[in-house]
């Protein structure tokens, strides 16, 4: 999208949540600028692909809301039906003990995926499907993982992630030592389980299985042959084996830690370089709702330079 307002336009790059924040911060101040995203849709980590008929939620499993301004921005998704609170317990499994649960803040869900909100965001404005393999000309928003930036520009302090193996599994029919969704503690293979018929709201016999970050190493170049072990530990479980799969690889899953800002930002000869994402989180652990904190005072850092 190039809005012109006479001053050259400001690329972003990657149309995950932060990357849309930052976008409609720039449309709304009437800055020129144009969203570039490598992969085949936007959304990011929050992606939701149709598998078997229906969406899937194999990225970030459910959204929080504790920004003040954030929860603005839910408020119109779930008054337009795109987000629905789903719960604030989730079970506690872990091997050899019976299951718990924990109570925690509520857990928001959406019964078009996770994606969806990232398309509401954009509403018109256009995505660019380009692989960015040096920093462009003028000011820049990298808004993605500190180590995929890195590929591009030196990032300050950069943050390390996890990888993550992300498994869905479909069932004929499917009863769970749980509900909704469940953390696994001190597991070799498995981290997070959710009930994906419970987070959407159509009960389907889907159920997603993250797998640890030391697993997720050991396959991250076959992630195919990963499915095996996971299966071997869902039936274990739950007792039930799958009638389909799908494995999902995330090399840059989840932060390892914070920045203690939420977004960067250095001097590239005579542009300006900002770095945004779920990483530039101050506040606590990474969440989505950091990575749209990140994109749009990132935006509203551009905003401000360009207005001096």
Known sequence: MDMSTGSEPVTIVGAGIAGAACAVVLRDADIPFRLVERGRSVGGRMASPELHGRRVDIGAGYFTVRDRAFTDVVGRWEDAGLARRWTDTFGVLSPGNSPTSSTGPMRWATPGGLRSLVRELLGDIGVDSE???????????????????NRLTPVPDPVG??????????FDSLTLPFENAAFVNDHPVLEFLADDGARRGDGASVLVAHTTASLAREYLDHPDDAVAPVIDAVTEVIGSTPSWTHVHRWTFAKPVSAHASTFGCVQNRSSTLYFAGDQWSPGGPPRIESAWRSGSDAGRAVVDRRRR
């Not at 692989?131 to 930036?149: F, K, S």
């Open 131 to 149: 692989e960015i393999t040096t920093v462009p000309d003028g000011d820049v928003v990298l808004a993605m993982p500190d180590p995929q930036a």
């Open 161 to 170: 992630y996890d990888p993550v193996l992300t498994v869905v599994l479909g």
